[in-house]
């Protein structure tokens, strides 16, 4: 486990107003993050639920192309209730959320608490998206011609499943939406920062999260960010804390020993929902399917209150990092809830590569 | 239903030697088809299955890159057995076949019977073939500077679970792989015959078989054939017989109303396996996305022995196209198990579409 250096919950659900009179916040989680212009940017993922409760009924938004938020209230009997979040039309086998999400600004100029959050809020719009956007993971790609945007992943929830789109913003006020990049299932989708042998690259997550195939991360690569190939698995997960599911977690950070991927694992557990913790593994710059190094084991699990209590138990899921130097501030979702930040000494994790 | 004006089982499973002294062949099926020089040339799946028994003991066929066939036996305690053709190993997880799949090449003069089979066989070779390769389907793209060599796309199984990987051949004798196009989960990948738009376009069906999702196809676009993007989904099924999965079948021929695609449905079924049938859908030459068309059911459900019994039971599965004028010659797997050739007038099955 590394050390701990600073830590505290920058946001929760309380913090931050619904979208609509007729929801309440129930999570504030997933934060991508970026250092622009000397501040740190969270693009927090908010997860709301309609506020009514009628007894023997459950309330299922979404939010169609062209229409505001429109709430189903389908019958108990009528439902399978897969998990909290999730349940099932019987009589149609479609699959629903009991939540849906959107995307929230906030900046902070230290890094270490909320200074202002935006008025402008990032929220479903397309086919692809009426249950919700969630998990944005966002990257400033380096290189001639590039840098004047920031590019951001998000997981777009449909009845088509759930797949990843991509988006670009110039001042996170407007935003320009380029679609379906990794179609479902897919999540955990990160670019890297630069381009490798001349094409853009990101991990993937393929697959859903069934036990028909084992955790693992994908890579791809891709010209224009659009179209994406080459794919290839590159780490499967070595330890039982990431036997359940796995995925990329912070985009990728140039170190001088190689790419510094911070990921997520998940243990496999009879109910499906075990405990999520952080690990690292590090990459060849040149050629970032060989992998370099790894932790052994995890380097932080859910341990702080609001780390081991939320929507989602004992959950901590690392989404963004900012290099400061000789410490890294690395931004996580905690508990399905709320908002986590923890300092590294970088030189700590790196020697925990091995 | 469309009118049979002829059909034909045109290849069983004893009609083919296996490819090893240690294996039996239980299925010649799903075959990719193309006219080529007057001829059509078949590229015919073949499953086979390891030829000994041993009581209380399951064997799991797998070829790993640069080495041979390997066999594993398990103890049949140590199984679940999820389908006559899938079980997991209950320590680990993994989902495994019991047979394993490789592709043939077969000739026909007048596409109603086998002429010959070539010698040459194309194997699984890659880390994400381990399990086999399956379910080819070839194009001949048209247009400037194409046209020399046929592409076909084939389902690559392994541990990674099972995806869509790209090949090509200008003589069906030696072919090139251009690795895995659509990552798993992702079946029935077929190529347009032109490119649209300046794009080269081809349907897909993400998602495994479960219920998570519904039935559905996607289309996305290419300008290499390696790279793919702009995912939308564009058609999902209407009817019982489509209810369950859904999925590209032949390659689309271009027609005076639209693109022509023959597609399979598959019947939801509480035990996952309802019967396979052939539906129709006509899409706008310029933006696929648009359906101008389609069939009132299926044109075509399991009627001869050949399509109700085999490996397994009430398939029909359109993998292949033969425009012969007014007669289209379309190949199908039958009963997971044979191969199929039926023919239709062109004018009933465009009747059909509306």
Redesign the interface.
Known sequence: MLDRKFNACLMRPEDVSPSDDALEVVGTFNPGALAVDGEVVLLVRVAERPRERRDAFTALPRREPGAGLAIDWVANEELTFIDPRVV?IKAT???RLTFISHILVARSKNGRSIDSVSATRFFPQE??ETYGVEDPRITRIQGPGLGDEYHFTYVAVS???A?TALASTADFDRFERH????????KDVLLFPERIGGEYAAF?R???A?????P?M?L?????L????????FHGGAGAWESGRIGGGCPPMRTERGWLEIYHGNE?SATGVGVYSAGAVLLDIENPQRVLGRTDGPIMVPEADFEREGFVADVVFPTGLVDRGDVLQVYYGAADANVGVVEWAKADLLAALH
């Open positions: 099932e086998g479609d699959i086919d692809c009845k088509h499943g797949g679609g379906i990049v990794f179609p479902p299932e897919n993937h393929p697959n859903p069934t036990h028909f195939t084992p693992e994908w791809a690569y891709s010209s224009d659009i179209h994406w190939g080459r794919h290839e698995p496999r």
